[in-house]
């Protein structure tokens, strides 16, 4: 409390993403801070997600602005190092609407988070250099993904690899598709299980030949797909999952 008042820190006076930089500024000034490893906060959330309006997009780049700032002025170098490098990408859901349409305010925090970045790291989210960049980053995701239900479309049916959230997802996708999907598959723990009236097997049992879809987050993938490579697949389809759930929660 002491130093909280001793340097004047305050919330920021937005609605939305008011906590980060707040806590940011806090740890910056008290310069050593301990962390307890375990999980003692739970966050409860809605399945109904109501896309933000315009005033909870721009506050939230506020935030996002005064949390670049504030690293800036501290040369905190980790904190944009794991998250704030693409934090623009990880809010494109809800910023896309409003940006797409040429909102001035959207576009000139934008701007201003460039600004910092371009001057204190020497770079910048290309995705959002401008309305040009951001529209043709998502025509690329699109195409991606029509792709990819092509090729789908050619085999007739797939293996799902990973029997997690995002082996689920591909598995609605694909179902509603009128894909046949042959099972689940994985690496090591789950063989054995049964996920959604589909059996878990090991990625070795299935036929090389059967088309393998790897359904992961990124930091997962690249591992996946090494080892589909190493037991010899003939046909691996893969796209981030992180880039479709981006495309669905932008309604396109």
């Known amino acids: 409390r002491k130093l909280i008042q001793e340097n004047h820190l305050m919330f920021p006076p937005y609605k939305r993403f008011q906590d980060p ?13 301990y962390a307890v490893n375990e999980v003692v906060y739970i966050y409860r959330m809605s399945n109904n997600r109501i896309h933000p ?44 609407p409003y940006a797409v349409e040429g909102q001035e305010d959207v576009w000139n ?53 990973g029997a ?5 997802y591909f598995l609605k996708k694909l179902e509603k598709e009128g894909i046949h999907i042959v099972g689940f598959a994985v ?14 097997k090991r990625i070795e049992d299935y036929n090389r030949r059967i088309p393998i879809m790897v359904a992961a987050a990124e930091k997962n993938a690249k591992e996946m797909i ?18 479709c759930i981006l495309l669905d929660l932008c309604g396109l």
């Open 21 to 33: 930089p707040f806590l940011l500024n806090v740890m910056a000034h008290a310069k050593k801070f």
């Open 53 to 96: 309006n315009l005033t909870a997009v721009t506050d939230t780049l506020k935030g996002v602005r005064d949390c670049f700032q504030i690293s800036y002025e501290y040369n905190l170098t980790k904190p944009y190092e794991k998250c704030l490098k693409d934090i623009l990408r990880q809010y494109l859901w809800m910023i896309y």
């Open 109 to 161: 925090l934008i701007c201003e988070i460039n600004q910092i970045s371009k001057k204190w790291r020497g770079e910048i989210s290309e995705i959002f250099a401008d309305k040009v960049s951001l529209e043709a980053y998502i025509k690329k995701l699109k195409e991606k993904r029509s792709a990819l239900i092509e090729k789908c479309y050619e085999e007739k049916e797939a293996v799902i690899y």
């Open 164 to 168: 997690g959230r995002a082996g689920q």
């Open 187 to 200: 690496s090591q723990d789950g063989a054995g299980n049964v996920v959604d009236g589909y059996v878990v």
């Open 226 to 243: 090494w080892n589909l490579e190493h037991l010899e697949f003939q046909t691996v389809l893969y796209m981030k999952y992180e880039d």
